[in-house]
């Protein structure tokens, strides 16, 4: 599995506005040091936090590039998981 971003969140990653994501999978899909592609680079996987989705605030919504809890909310749930991860990543270039 890869670490995908929906599209309006590209351009914020790749100028490095973005660097943490929420995810809320079955099973983790990437580890520490993973390099995932995104546009002419990468990101690169540099910690991440089994949290609560109570830890799920505002405040990391608009860190990883949403306006609002809902919108992330509705991005980061992948099927049927329940395990909350906070993934930071730096974006390098090719």
Not at 51 to 66: M, N
Not at 80 to 86: N, Q
Request: with cysteine.
């Amino acid at each position: 599995m890869s670490l995908m971003f929906t599209k309006r969140l590209r351009e914020p990653i790749i100028r490095g506005e973005i660097t943490c994501t929420v995810r809320i999978w079955r099973k983790l899909h990437v580890k520490i040091g993973g390099r995932y592609p995104l546009g002419a680079g990468h990101v690169e996987v540099t910690r991440i936090q089994h949290i609560d989705l109570s830890d799920v605030t505002e405040d990391l919504a608009r860190r990883s590039g949403f306006e609002h809890l809902d919108d992330l909310m509705s991005v980061a749930k992948h099927g049927p998981g329940e395990s909350v991860y906070l993934i930071d990543f730096e974006y390098r270039e090719a």
